[in-house]
């Protein structure tokens, strides 16, 4: 267990209570001495650690807004497949599997997964290491 206030801990790090839990909790009250915004947005938050839970297959994150008692947890196994499967799921797919394609060179692993559907907007969504990328 650890305490942090603007970045710098507040103490040394603790041992916690044994239990058969596992994970990482993470509490954060913003201040406004770190952030020009301290009122989050609970819908912007949700949809990138949805993005989050896809990148990192089997990840289970629960978001927690104890400012109107709202939750939501995100689970998804299959990865950026599954994660084109779900931003194309109120779309009619032209062909019914998501074309997937994953190599690694030299320790750099590139994966793809595309969908083609019968709307007129492209949807391209770039991510190196869980971050998205401009395209």
């Not at 596992?22 to 954060?28: L, Q």
């Not at 819908?43 to 949805?50: M, P, Q, V």
Request: aromatic fraction near 10%.
């Amino acid at each position: 267990l650890q305490d942090y206030s603007h970045g710098k801990p507040k103490g040394a790090l603790k041992k916690g209570p044994k239990s058969d839990r596992n994970g990482t909790t993470i509490s954060f009250k913003p201040s406004s001495k770190t952030f020009t915004y301290t009122t989050y947005s609970f819908d912007i938050l949700a949809k990138r650690l949805r993005e989050l839970s896809f990148l990192n297959s089997g990840l289970t994150i629960n978001l927690t807004d104890e400012r109107a008692d709202k939750q939501e947890t995100f689970l998804f196994e299959g990865g950026i497949k599954a994660f084109v499967s779900h931003l194309n799921k109120l779309q009619k797919p032209i062909h019914e599997s998501v074309i997937h394609i994953e190599k690694t060179l030299k320790d750099i692993n590139v994966e793809i997964a595309i969908q083609w559907n019968e709307a007129y907007r492209e949807n391209m969504y770039c991510f190196a290491n869980t971050i998205r990328q401009k395209v």
